[in-house]
């Protein structure tokens, strides 16, 4: 846990951690368990059993390259980083969280009409 802490230690006193994790068992083990007990301020929200949080993470560079990058010209390796830091800025000032909007039965109903249309492709 020694890891963890360097990278909140600059998160002022008054706010709320909220951590995304995927749905490792490490995450969940006695050890963490205690240090978050003692640390309530910190909140562990897991993603979806067999989803990728990657995918979250590709949302957002897809929302990055969309409203800030791709119709720009960027001189140098400077610029382009100004870009990026100021969309940062402007998204932290009004933060929207990522939401899941299927529930767990869209997800297996989909799961299911692909495995009917593949394990059916040979007649």
Request: proline share 6%; glycine share 2%; aromatic share 10%.
């Amino acid at each position: 846990m020694s890891a963890i802490r360097p990278a909140f230690q600059n998160v002022p006193d008054d706010l709320e951690v909220h951590v995304i994790l995927d749905n490792a068992a490490t995450h969940k083990t006695p050890l963490i368990h205690r240090w978050l007990a003692q640390r309530p301020r910190y909140h562990l929200h897991f993603t979806p059993t067999s989803a990728s949080w990657l995918n979250m993470i590709e949302g957002w560079f897809a929302l990055l390259s969309r409203r800030q990058l791709q119709r720009g010209v960027f001189r140098s390796t400077h610029a382009l980083e100004v870009a990026i830091r100021r969309y940062i800025e402007t998204s932290n000032a009004s933060p929207k969280p990522f939401v899941w909007t299927k529930t767990a039965d869209d997800i297996l109903d989909s799961v299911k009409r692909f495995c009917q249309r593949t394990s059916n492709s040979a007649q």
